[in-house]
């Protein structure tokens, strides 16, 4: 697991490129036979990804949780991109075609990922946050998930926003994940662009073709940055930072925040004026 740090606006702005991408980008999620995740200091979210093969994958608590086992103090997201696969908590499987994704609670002291087809593989997609108390396990595929259809082919932003952890789907402490799905012929997510103080949110994108590259915008609204991003990749927006892109063309990704509370349209929307 690797260690990620915070870091303050003013330091950022002093960042290179290569710096930026050192902090905020992590450049494999999915690795194959592999469980491979980052922990950030930022709300301490840890967020990657489990690519099962021919054998089954067992997430263990390293010295970085500090604890028995992953979830004896931690919530858990998990969204399949990939082939089918299943999740096996503390004997209980739960099959997760792509896009299908699932809550665990706390307490869950057994987490296995296993790929159906090893030529195939699930591409399991974490997300995970520290809880207070324990909810249920909960299944959720795209179908029971909440959709927010928001923007327009004029502005090149239509898209559904697939709510899957969250208030209106099934209950959890503070983490908060879904999915959004870009229309054909359009490329811009979260712009007008926004912050909000008091969650932190990482994105994984997806769906994207060899070529195809998203611009992720970051940083403060007056001091902005870009990374350039490829498939299957992921960024870390701490709560100062916009977070918003730009693609190539159309694309998916997934987004997964913690912090102060679950309130999805609780944010600071930034005046076009104000960008630089």
Same mark, same amino acid.
């Given at each position: 697991? @690797?260690?990620?740090?915070?870091?303050?606006?003013?330091? *950022?702005?002093?960042?290179?490129?290569?710096?930026?991408?050192?902090?905020?980008?992590?450049?494999?999620?999915?690795?194959?036979?592999?469980?491979?995740?980052?922990?950030?200091?930022?709300?301490?979210?840890?967020?990657?990804?489990?690519?099962?093969?021919?054998?089954?994958?067992?997430? @263990?608590?390293?010295?970085?949780?500090?604890?028995?086992?992953?979830?004896?103090?931690? %919530?858990?997201? *998990?969204?399949?991109?990939?082939?089918?696969?299943?999740?096996?908590?503390?004997? @209980? %499987?739960?099959?997760?075609?792509?896009?299908?994704?699932?809550?665990?609670?706390?307490?869950?002291?057994?987490?296995?990922?296993?790929? @159906?087809?090893?030529?195939?593989?699930?591409?399991?997609?974490?997300?995970?946050?520290?809880?207070?108390?324990?909810?249920?396990?909960?299944?959720?595929?795209?179908?029971?998930?909440?959709?927010?259809?928001?923007?327009?082919?004029?502005?090149?932003?239509?898209?559904?926003?697939?709510?899957?952890?969250?208030?209106? *789907?099934?209950?959890?402490?503070?983490?908060?994940?879904?999915?959004? *799905?870009?229309?054909?012929?359009?490329?811009?997510?979260?712009?007008?662009?926004?912050?909000?103080?008091?969650?932190? %949110?990482?994105?994984?994108?997806?769906?994207?073709? %060899?070529?195809?590259?998203?611009?992720?915008?970051?940083?403060?609204?007056?001091?902005?940055?870009?990374?350039?991003?490829?498939?299957?990749?992921?960024?870390?927006?701490?709560?100062?930072?916009?977070?918003?892109?730009?693609?190539?063309?159309?694309?998916?990704?997934?987004?997964?925040?913690?912090?102060?509370?679950?309130?999805?349209?609780?944010?600071?929307?930034?005046?076009?004026?104000?960008?630089?």
């Amino acid at each position: 697991m @690797e260690i990620r740090y915070s870091t303050h606006p003013n330091d *950022v702005k002093r960042y290179t490129t290569e710096e930026l991408r050192k902090e905020f980008l992590i450049p494999k999620v999915f690795i194959p036979g592999e469980i491979n995740l980052v922990y950030s200091h930022v709300d301490r979210m840890i967020a990657g990804g489990a690519t099962p093969l021919d054998k089954p994958l067992r997430l @263990e608590a390293g010295k970085e949780i500090g604890a028995e086992y992953f979830l004896a103090r931690r %919530e858990m997201g *998990v969204i399949n991109i990939g082939g089918r696969g299943k999740v096996i908590l503390d004997g @209980e %499987e739960y099959v997760l075609d792509a896009r299908e994704g699932l809550y665990v609670g706390m307490g869950t002291k057994e987490v296995i990922f296993e790929s @159906e087809n090893p030529e195939k593989p699930a591409k399991f997609y974490i997300n995970s946050a520290p809880a207070h108390t324990s909810y249920p396990t909960v299944k959720i595929d795209i179908k029971k998930a909440n959709p927010r259809h928001l923007g327009s082919l004029a502005q090149s932003n239509e898209r559904t926003i697939y709510q899957y952890v969250h208030p209106a *789907v099934c209950k959890s402490c503070q983490l908060v994940m879904g999915l959004t *799905v870009l229309e054909p012929n359009n490329v811009w997510n979260t712009m007008p662009c926004h912050t909000h103080e008091r969650r932190m %949110e990482v994105y994984m994108y997806f769906d994207m073709k %060899e070529d195809d590259r998203v611009f992720h915008f970051m940083g403060e609204p007056g001091e902005t940055r870009h990374i350039v991003v490829k498939n299957e990749q992921a960024v870390i927006s701490p709560s100062w930072s916009i977070h918003s892109g730009v693609g190539t063309s159309n694309y998916s990704f997934i987004w997964g925040m913690a912090g102060e509370n679950q309130t999805f349209d609780d944010m600071d929307a930034v005046s076009m004026e104000y960008l630089k």
